[in-house]
């Protein structure tokens, strides 16, 4: 869910994966490993305050329907 929610909201953004994780001072690589693993806090929180959503937002099933 988090990872196909920032997927839509980059696309929407017109931006890659690969410059939010710049924008937001991520790894480069990081976001993706979010499909398998589990990210901290902190970073989940970064890239909501990139795109002003809430974090609930990000890992809500509902945002990749909307």
Same mark, same amino acid.
């Not at 696309?11 to 991520?26: D, Q």
């Given at each position: 869910m988090l990872y196909q929610n920032i !997927? !839509?909201?980059? $696309?929407?953004?017109?931006?890659s994966i690969s410059k =939010?994780? $710049?924008e937001? /001072? =991520? /790894?480069? /690589?990081t976001v993706g490993r979010w499909e398998k693993s589990s990210p901290s806090v902190e970073n989940v929180k970064k890239v909501?305050? @990139?795109f002003q959503v809430? !974090?609930? @937002?990000l890992i809500s099933q509902s945002a990749v329907q909307s």
């Amino acid at each position: 869910m988090l990872y196909q929610n920032i !997927v !839509v909201l980059c $696309k929407g953004k017109g931006i890659s994966i690969s410059k =939010l994780e $710049k924008e937001t /001072g =991520l /790894g480069n /690589g990081t976001v993706g490993r979010w499909e398998k693993s589990s990210p901290s806090v902190e970073n989940v929180k970064k890239v909501a305050d @990139y795109f002003q959503v809430s !974090v609930d @937002y990000l890992i809500s099933q509902s945002a990749v329907q909307s």
